[in-house]
């Protein structure tokens, strides 16, 4: 069974409009990643939260951790084109990933 | 500095042959990560690979195999391939201990027909 979940499985913004995208943890986290993909290629790194409340910011991409809640969230401000792909979030462990969210962003 | 990479892009096998898929990590990685991407089912943990030594498999049968060479580069093997060990292969690359960072290769396309 999958250790993180994520939620949405998939979303369809329009161009300029925020989206937020979940992961929650089965098991006690030291720490998440987040990563993007475009379809069939590798992952890219885009940050990763090692304690609880810790908030980082990468251009228009905000993540932040709740430990307490064994819970992450990804928050894309004013959606670009760019920004469509598939977003996955991976445990500290290494071993676990979410099974990714598929992000279109509508022009 | 080149990054992770993988051979072959795609691969095309029938059912019941052997497919080889190769991972070169990033200089000075020691550590190797392989994954599985198949379709509605999510990244899954392989194997992990370090200093040519299998640390930790995930949940898939025998005939899933590798190993890692001296200049820490990796194979997968997959014997009696299947219709659906079709999916995409990634490998991984961290520099151990002190990474943290994942790097990940373009990945290899297999197809079991």
């Known amino acids: 069974s999958q250790e993180l979940e994520q939620s949405p499985q998939s979303l369809i913004v329009q161009e300029g409009k925020n989206l937020t995208i979940n992961c929650t943890s089965s098991?006690?986290?030291?720490?998440l990643y987040w990563y993007k993909q475009k379809y069939g290629e590798g992952l890219i790194f885009l940050m990763m939260?090692?304690?609880?409340?810790e908030e980082k910011s990468h251009e228009k991409i905000t993540a932040k951790l709740d430990e307490k809640k064994q819970q992450s969230s990804l928050h894309i401000t004013a959606s670009q084109p760019s920004h469509a792909g598939i977003y996955l979030c991976?445990?500290?462990?290494?071993?676990?990933f979410g099974a990714g969210t598929t992000v279109t962003v509508r022009a | 500095e080149a990054g992770v990479t993988q051979s072959p892009t795609h691969l095309i096998k029938t059912r019941g042959q052997q497919a080889t898929l190769r991972c070169s990590p990033i200089?000075?990685?020691?550590?190797v990560y392989w994954y599985q991407q198949a379709l509605g089912l999510g990244l899954q943990f392989l194997l992990w690979?370090?200093?040519?030594?299998?640390?930790n498999r995930g949940n898939f049968p025998p005939r899933f195999s590798g190993r890692q060479f001296p200049n820490y580069s990796s194979e997968l093997n997959v014997n009696a391939l299947e219709l659906e060990d079709s999916a995409l292969y990634l490998c991984?690359?961290?520099?151990?201990?002190?990474?943290?960072?994942?790097?990940f290769g373009p990945g290899t396309r297999l197809t079991v027909t």
């Open positions: 098991k006690t986290l030291y720490g």
């Open positions: 690979y370090d200093e040519g030594e299998e640390r």
């Open positions: 200089s000075g990685h020691t550590s």
């Open positions: 991984a690359s961290i520099q151990e201990p002190s990474g943290y960072e994942q790097y």
């Open positions: 991976g445990a500290d462990y290494k071993l676990s």
């Open positions: 939260l090692q304690k609880g409340g």
